[in-house]
DNA sequence: GCACCAAATGTAAGCGCTTACAAAATATCA
DNA sequence: TGATATTTTGTAAGCGCTTACATTTGGTGC
């Protein structure tokens, strides 16, 4: 019979033996201290065989390392991370967990990551303040050891007095005047022209333009691009060809019913990006336009499908893997002390060319 | 002078006083000890507010939330995870994380286990064995409480083993004889057939055929449907006519490439998948066909891109954002008590028809 | 053989929480 | 009012690791 104390007292230890003995169903992982039991040594020499680093006999190892296979011991990463105050875990904030663009930052973070065995944790922020905030506290609270964020809601000085804090943050795709050093951004404005100077050369003057949300900083940044280059070319900007967007397929659809059902005349359309630009695609061919023959399309991002649309769309590169691989890398150097070099923090856009643009005959 | 002890020994009592006398570098947050000293209570009590659950008078619970603000605490998820023993946390494993397909799944799982403050880890496993497991021993070392695999290339065997073990799984889009109960799987069968007969029954009777890699299960479950539509109409399945494809754009495009390069005479194409689909379309415009005139295709998957691509693609809908939730359903309700009702566990796929079929005229 | 040193191993305290149990405070009722 | 039941609070022992420091072991050179 067992002891008086066993019922109520459900250590680890008695739970090891209740597990053994009779099957019981309570959760038990093998641990560090049932390695150490089988093969003979202390927790520390386990540890240590565990982080490679440390002095142990070839003997020793081998004892350990026999012990954990035979009991398929898994480290407890929770354990670890309390005991040394590392969690070998970067958080990830994008707007949303599907969407190409995301897709891609994400996958690059995450391989970049990989490589040095630190994990990326990944949380949404649905382009809302709140919801922003709240994912930042919830990283936070996961003891990420770092956080790289791509937030478009939250304010300036939120993210400027985020960085003072303990946790390390860069910032993916805004560039924020008091924390230049942590931010890794775009020149959206450039883009902005680009796009639109390409379809002046081609000799378009009334160009439409559907824009992503104006509140969001890169929006605004691409239409004063816009505007450069139409100025450029004595063009004036007419707002009855501009539309708010949403940054979505739907809302490039939109868009383009609205622009069609005013009866404006215009020859091209710049889109905010290439999701918008599908969109409007497809609203533009119901309404028995032929691209690009009666209308000439750019978009922005240059996702990975923009060369699979029909036509083939002509886009402004937004090098989002590029700059991803960047924001890990800061944080492999600043935090995990790799050593690699950081070079960039503005990357520039680029015009790529393809079957959606056609000069201008009238 | 500070004690003899004091250099050597750097508890987290002593940084508390670092940090605060000297503005000290070393990473520091807030614990629930100062928390509990600040606000003149115990540890335990503190502890309580935070879950809420226990009896605690209103005044001391408010004199623990004041200290908890003042102090700007953030529970350590880490140190709660190890003394409860649970993570909160559940692991999902896809294959990409970028892909429309995996995008929507990942999206879904994560949206429903919020509702609970569920956190989802992903890992990714890139189709391959060896990374699969990897990330599956990777999710396991972070004490997930459950795991919702979507994996292809782990054996059966594999996963009948793992749901043995003390982390609860389920399978998705998988359907494993020794453990139905916790797949949750489309039938792939009857979609590729369903994708068949329509062609069948708009009259078209040499369907090429760009399937998915064959090792995979369900590139095999939809050619089989695939056949059984053809021998239901009495056609035969042309081996020259079919493509192995890699259920990717690239290799849609490729694929059909081939296909038309062999001067084989075809009216119609059904694709794996829809991305291969809008690959292979691409090829077939750049090779001269329009679509559906000269070709009809069929995709599978009804991403929600396909209504955007041109000509609109008529494909078989894959309901991944309910399987995903009832996935993450039956995790709320098996591992965390929740007592959602689970319905289903295999779902069934349907015909979308939009524009990218045509009936067949010669 | 012995002193000495480096390498190998062990000891034990601590990471920030939870939780069983004990103790104290308050409410309830005769 | 005091005895008892109930609610509120505190105490302290873990959770599975890391790591500073102490101790042991096994070579060296003389």
Redesign the pocket.
Known sequence: MAPLWF???????H?RKLVTESGNNRR??????D??ELA?????????V??KN????D???QKVVNAMEQLG????A???G?????SSSVGVLISELHGPFYGSMMSAVEAELRKFDIHAIIAAGHSNAEKEAESIEFLLTRRCDALILWVESVPDRYLVELAKRDTPIVVLGRKIAKITKNCVSLNNEEGGYLAARYLLEQGHRKIAYISGPLWKGDTQDRLSGHKRALAEYGVKFNTKLHCEGDYREEGGFRGMTELLGLRNTFSAVVCGNDEMAAGAMTSARDAGLSIPEDLSVVGFDNLVYARYLYPKLSTINYPVREMAQMAARWVLKHVYKNQRLVATNIFEPELVARDSVQQFRR
């Open positions: 019922d109520g007292c459900e250590t680890a230890a739970i038990y992982m093998t641990t560090i201290y390695v150490s003979g040594v202390s927790l520390a020499t386990v540890s240590r565990m982080n440390a002095n142990v006999s003997k020793t190892r011991y898994r480290p407890s929770i354990a670890k309390l005991a040394s105050n590392r």
